[in-house]
């Protein structure tokens, strides 16, 4: 078999599923290896990054990495942001950049790059399969590095006369590695703390956010901790029967004032919370004066577990309440994030997985949802906008048997609006609400809290993503998704239960204030 | 002043005068310098790869570098397959990447990476502006850096502390650096050499491109010595009236058969051509066996003064035959790429700027124009396609009294579509032709050439673009840019010459046969 075919055949024995894939000339054995390997669902992206933020969704929504298709360097640079956005997320992630066969690099031809250099910033595992005897070795060691230790995005570079030359071997299927688990001396530690503590607080991530979690975690407020997640997370449970924690607030001020008072800060499953941005005499570390902190294992740990036996060792049997089902009367008037989570309360369908990419107007969407159908809730952790319709596309892919909300900002979706073509080729389930204000609001409220003065008009311009303003229905009918205006909350509500009950992807232009 | 200010001020002092910006949060005193600052035009580009893209075009457009604003790691990987290719036009650029505050960097929150590493690799030059004090010096350290001795994109990191603390000061007006010129005894032992071959070759690009330099090739020819430019190069003066050299062909296979026989390869602004990508079997070197080969510099050379002196010492005082003014009649029939060069040779107006991301279609649309009104025609250079559109609007900015126009594959222009917007929003006068097959149809022929086998349909899925069918009209309007359809050679010609007639941009969907 060629390298190509050992690289792919190896991926999919070890139960790769999806390969989301920009190819070009220096991929052409990888696409006619996947054309001869059907456990690999391929699909054609647009652009690099929608496939890698597809890569992310599938991870997300189903626990296993999806292979891509990189385009040498300058394919790995398009793809860039969203490799991002997945380490951010743990999500893991087998990116195939493909390079010049290696007696050609001397050469330095036109996409010559220094893919290792560049690309090594943000894999947590980089190599490249040199000789073709050693692509199927290396994709299995891809493969499991993407799952543990430090779980995300890898790199494996792929010559192309690795890919085309005969003597390919598939490398091994392994047992993917398992999150650790945190001692009982730490957790003993963790017991005695809190009994020491006035007021303390657990910030939660990872797995502490699956169901059973939760489950622990309510049994931790039950005995008086108060009990938080992250700002930001790859995805949570929520919604009607599951414990709902409190979230850490994004503005650093704010946050630091709902702390106040706490003495003790443990973390299970992420790191001590910091401020997202810097600000002009702000704090960094959001963690009060005074307050002690714990450390009970990040990302790298099963937070689940650890707050499970952490509870266990509290002797805390009673759990907090779970959240009612409460879906909302039919919004009316004024359309904006608050009567679109209104909407979403009420026709989110049970076992939905949402897409948040909505920043100015996600939180309020987010809020009514609590009380909605069980449901994932799915959110950009890495800070690069353009991540919702990408990894709405991949969740599809990797759970069609549920429906799929996209919630986008207009500016954050136009950074990688291609994904609407690849959901309507696809016939992706996914239903994307775009908020549309023709601003960069989040950047108004930024330019007020980083002290940067009063805007004049090239500030203005440069905040505005008005004038012209873009028709985002035109824009998704153009690739093909069916799409609609809404500028009422009464006229979003009727869109949103008709997307939801139609199959396949559907758009909704939410037009709310700037 | 803000190191900000000092920053921008010394950029506008050292003239530079447009700055293609998508700003987040740590880019806020950026923003409010640039509002203060009227020197430089400050253009929103919704998506980084369309900032840099059009950095490049002002480039190439004017000789002088556009700075960018970037949003950290992450901004600086969308714009990164554009600043690969400007790398390879030898263009210009000063990247500005806003990073967090020093302090905060240690916390690593969200947005935080390894902007050294990851911007490394494609920066001629690279810094970060860790102390406020330094931001003048570094801004004109590395407007300097971008022009020469590498002339390319640089990188200058602005923690956002460096950027709001007052205590800048403004870094110096420079001059900048000249391409440096090849010694006479170069010149003279190349003369030697030619005089010694029965049939020599120059091979150039760079400056050897502009009208004097193409004057001087023109006397090369009249001499008896072959004229070639590299396949893609950054710019070349063209038309009627001007010498029009003989262009390396693509294909491996052809450049090698149609120089056989050649006993002597000079290179001039340029290295010695290598294949775009290697082939099972095919050779990487362009240059026969046995062919001696001369280096007469690269692209940090001037190369028009390089053959202007061998053509006076070689005593080559006549010149080969300018083309002369031939616009075709009006095509009737299918449209296709030649249809499409034969109504660019007729409508095209005197001094228009072309900018080619046309990959299959290009070729045939280039050939006609040899014989059009004057104009500067610019390639892809570094092989990222979804160049053009952005290209095309940064050449706009730069040359608002030239009409710019842009032809893109339709999968090339996908890439970076973004750029319609902020075509619209500065009303850039460029009329932009996509190509429109419906396919990646390059990489069918390539499937081919690689030995890949006969695609599956799982291949054939993957090289197709078609499916849904983008509609180029609709994608366009939605972002404010006039648009129309042709199917035949009579509509496009009336189309083009419409749109050419109006200023401002439209956007022409030439379907074409896949």
């Known amino acids: 078999m060629t390298g190509a075919e050992a690289l792919v055949g190896t991926l999919a024995d070890n139960g790769v599923a999806a390969c989301f894939a920009n190819p070009g000339t220096s991929e052409m054995h990888l696409v006619t290896a996947l054309d001869g390997e059907p456990r690999i669902r391929s699909v054609l992206c647009l652009f690099e990054g929608v496939a890698t933020g597809a890569a992310d969704g599938f991870a997300r929504a189903t626990g296993m990495p999806a292979m891509t298709l990189l385009h040498l360097g300058a394919g790995y640079l398009n793809a860039g942001a969203n490799i991002h956005n997945a380490g951010r997320a743990n999500s893991p992630m087998v990116n195939v950049i493909g390079d010049h066969a290696v007696p050609h690099l001397k050469y330095d031809a036109p996409l010559t790059s220094d893919i290792m250099g560049l690309a090594g910033p943000n894999s947590a595992w980089i190599k490249s399969a040199d000789k073709v005897g050693e692509t199927g070795k290396l994709a299995s060691e891809a493969f499991a590095a993407s799952l543990g230790p430090k779980r995300g995005p890898v790199s494996l570079l792929l010559p192309a006369d690795s890919a085309w030359l005969e003597g390919g071997e598939k490398g091994a299927v392994i047992t993917p590695p398992r999150l650790r688990t945190v001692s009982a001396e730490k957790v003993t530690a963790a017991a005695t703390a809190i009994k020491a503590a006035s007021k303390p607080v657990i910030v939660m991530n990872g797995t502490a956010l699956t169901e059973a979690g939760l489950q622990a975690a309510a049994r931790l407020k039950a005995a008086g901790i108060r009990v938080l997640t992250d700002t930001f997370y790859a995805k949570m449970r929520r919604g009607a029967g599951v414990f709902a924690p409190e979230r850490m607030q994004y503005f650093a001020e704010g946050a630091m004032a709902d702390l106040e008072g706490s003495d003790l800060m443990l973390v299970a499953g992420t790191s001590l919370p910091v401020a997202f941005f810097s600000y002009p005499g702000k704090p960094s570390l959001l963690v009060p004066e005074g307050c002690e902190t714990f450390d009970l294992g990040g990302a790298d740990t099963d937070s689940a577990a650890t707050l499970s036996a952490l509870a266990d060792t509290l002797g805390a049997m009673e759990a907090a309440p779970v959240e009612a089902l409460k879906q909302p009367e039919a919004p009316s008037g004024e359309l904006n994030a608050a009567t679109v989570g209104q909407s979403l309360a ?42 919702g319709m990408p990894l709405a596309l991949g969740a599809a892919i990797g759970a069609p048997d549920r429906k799929v909300i996209c919630i986008s900002g207009d500016g954050a979706g136009m950074y990688t609006n291609q994904a609407l073509w690849s959901m309507a080729r696809e016939g992706a389930d996914v239903t994307t609400i775009v908020f549309v204000n023709h601003s960069y609001r989040i950047l108004n409220i930024e330019l007020y809290r980083t002290g940067a003065g009063n805007p004049g008009p090239t500030a203005k311009d440069m905040l505005s993503i008005g004038g012209p303003d873009i028709d985002w229905v035109k824009l998704s009918e153009s ?32 037009v709310v204030p700037g």
Chains 1, 2 share one sequence.
């Open 346 to 387: 009420r026709h989110m369908p049970e076992n939905a997985l949402v897409s948040d990419d909505g920043v100015s107007n996600g939180l309020m969407s987010y809020l009514p949802t609590q009380n909605a159908q069980p449901h994932d809730w799915m959110m950009l952790t890495g800070g690069a906008i353009g991540l």
């Open 479 to 510: 690739m093909g998704v069916p799409a609609v205006e809404a500028t009422t909350a009464e006229a979003f509500d009727a869109a949103l239960a008709q997307a939801i009950a139609a199959p396949g992807p559907r758009l909704i232009a939410a």
